[in-house]
Nanobody
Framework: QVQLVESGGGLVQAGRSLRLTCVAS????????MTWFRQAPGKEREFVSG????????YYSDSVKGRFTMTRDNRKKTVYLQMDNLKSDDAATYYC??????????????????WGRGTQVTVSS
């Protein structure tokens, strides 16, 4: 089993920054990718950013490209999401996900068997 724990959420003013952290534990040696999704109230969960752990190849949604940066520390089994120039639309619960196969592709939540509980990001204007 794999456990994922997110941290770093909070209340921030629009235009400011936050850094989210996701730490994986358990059978992490099997993981192929780790990804961030988010879900705002009344909306579906959406892909934010994902990375292939061995190659480091990283993907972003159009809505965050250029503002968010995802990095990884494989030794620490940790991924980070640096979120700059936050907007009100970025307010959501952010979830970390991971999987050994990514059967449906890195952007699709159905690909992920392992999920964290989420960390809340609130953006004030």
């Amino acid at each position: 089993q794999v456990q994922l724990v997110e941290s770093g959420g909070g209340l921030v003013q629009a235009g400011r920054s936050l850094r989210l952290t996701c730490v994986a534990s358990g059978r992490t040696d099997t993981l192929y990718a780790m990804t961030w999704f988010r879900q705002a109230p009344g909306k579906e969960r959406e892909f934010v950013s994902g990375t292939r752990l061995k190659s480091g190849e990283t993907y972003y949604s159009d809505s965050v490209k250029g503002r968010f940066t995802m990095t990884r520390d494989n030794r620490k089994k940790t991924v980070y999401l640096q979120m700059d120039n936050l907007k009100s639309d970025d307010a959501a619960t952010y979830y970390c996900a991971a999987d050994p196969e990514i059967y449906y592709g890195i952007r699709h939540e159905q690909s992920y068997a392992h999920w964290g509980r989420g960390t809340q990001v609130t953006v004030s204007s």
